[in-house]
């Protein structure tokens, strides 16, 4: 996988994530162990994923503390 191939998945991961914020403003967002985590953690683990990995985070509605979240997910 070239670089301009990773770039491109965390570019398309932060688009993602930006539309998923936008269709339930104020959710949490949480990981796959169910911990919160910032705009800017996400961020930073979509940019690293497509890089260490070559892969792209993917996103879930999901309940968390009683409300629709954002929960983060990698495809095997």
Request: with cysteine; proline share 1%; aromatic share 14%.
């Given at each position: 996988?070239?670089?301009?191939?990773?770039?491109?998945?965390?570019?398309?991961?932060?688009?993602?994530?930006?539309?998923?914020?936008?269709?339930?403003?104020?959710?949490?967002?949480?990981?796959?162990?169910?911990?919160?985590?910032?705009?800017?953690?996400?961020?930073?683990?979509?940019?690293?994923?497509?890089?260490t990995?070559?892969?792209?985070?993917?996103?879930?509605?999901?309940?968390?503390?009683?409300?629709?979240?954002?929960?983060?997910?990698?495809d095997?």
């Amino acid at each position: 996988m070239t670089n301009a191939e990773r770039e491109r998945l965390w570019i398309d991961g932060w688009n993602d994530i930006y539309d998923a914020i936008a269709k339930l403003p104020g959710c949490y967002l949480v990981d796959e162990r169910w911990r919160e985590v910032t705009l800017d953690e996400c961020q930073g683990l979509i940019q690293s994923t497509a890089y260490t990995t070559g892969k792209r985070v993917r996103f879930r509605t999901a309940f968390y503390r009683g409300k629709q979240s954002i929960q983060i997910y990698f495809d095997d």
